[in-house]
């Protein structure tokens, strides 16, 4: 139960809530379990509550007519995903998988949409974290249909270091099959990409470990400051 009580303490959404209102949420939470590949939702579902990441990483993608995959977020834990079409009552509008052994918190749309009628100081938190998600969204979109996958990669390791509190290195959390879809590029062509940055001696590879040689080179690539800006 303490674990779980950390984990909803560590949501965005949840921040600064009193004790009285994280047992509110306890009392509304139901955990569910998911296998590496299991679908958590289908593109069209009905949104019918949202889900927190305790443990385990969940993807959210869309499907081209096809077959085409694109990978929209990567969620791990003490992230929250599935919020926003249960606000507007209307369905998921892609899909949910795990890729990986994931435990979640479920909370029902109409559980929750009664508890912060009661205390809206959640809504408030919610309405931060969207906005948060919306500017995160808005650069995704920027990157895949301004920049070249070189730059998006380059962002993306900029992004990995500030995330990850590091100067010179980073950690590739999920497969790059996923990450290439993530950039919107396929693995072929992001391999090749990782090699030149490698020969180039902006990068130096090693499994899923990757050691930032040159941050300005990969900074002026990216296309932003060395702050990640």
């Known amino acids: 139960m303490d674990n779980i009580i950390t984990i909803i303490k560590s949501v965005p959404i949840f921040s600064g809530l009193e004790d009285d209102d994280i047992e509110a949420l306890l009392r509304i939470a139901v955990h569910r379990r998911y296998g590496r590949g299991e679908l958590i939702f289908s593109d069209g579902d009905a949104a019918d509550g949202f889900y927190v990441v305790a443990g385990g990483k969940v993807k959210i993608f869309k499907v081209s007519f096809d077959g085409k995959e694109q990978i929209l977020h990567i969620f791990g834990?003490?992230?929250?995903?599935?919020e926003v079409p249960v606000f507007s009552g209307e369905s998921f509008p892609a899909n949910a998988q795990a890729i990986a052994a994931s435990r979640l918190i479920f909370f029902s749309r109409k559980?929750?949409?009664?508890l912060i009628t009661e205390k809206p100081s959640l809504a408030?938190?919610?309405?931060?974290?969207?906005?948060?998600?919306?500017?995160?969204f808005t650069v995704q979109i920027e990157h895949l249909s301004l920049?070249?996958?070189?730059?998006?990669?380059?962002?993306?390791?900029?992004?990995?270091?500030?995330e990850q509190e590091s100067d010179d290195h980073v950690r590739l959390d999920i497969a790059k099959g996923q990450l290439a879809s993530l950039l919107g590029t396929?693995?072929?062509?992001l391999?090749?990409?990782?090699?030149?940055?490698?020969?180039?001696?902006?990068?130096?590879?090693?499994g899923p470990d990757i050691r930032l040689c040159d941050r300005e080179g990969l900074a002026?690539?990216?296309?932003m400051d060395l702050?990640?800006?």
């Not at 002026?220 to 296309?223: D, K, N, V």
């Open 77 to 82: 834990p003490g992230e929250p995903f599935g």
């Open 111 to 114: 559980d929750f949409i009664a």
């Open 124 to 136: 408030l938190n919610m309405l931060a974290v969207l906005s948060m998600r919306l500017r995160r």
């Open 147 to 162: 920049k070249e996958v070189p730059e998006r990669l380059a962002a993306y390791l900029m992004y990995l270091a500030r």
């Open 186 to 189: 396929i693995p072929e062509t």
């Open 191 to 206: 391999s090749r990409i990782f090699a030149k940055m490698s020969a180039d001696g902006l990068i130096e590879v090693n």
């Open 220 to 223: 002026i690539l990216a296309g």
């Open 227 to 229: 702050d990640g800006a």
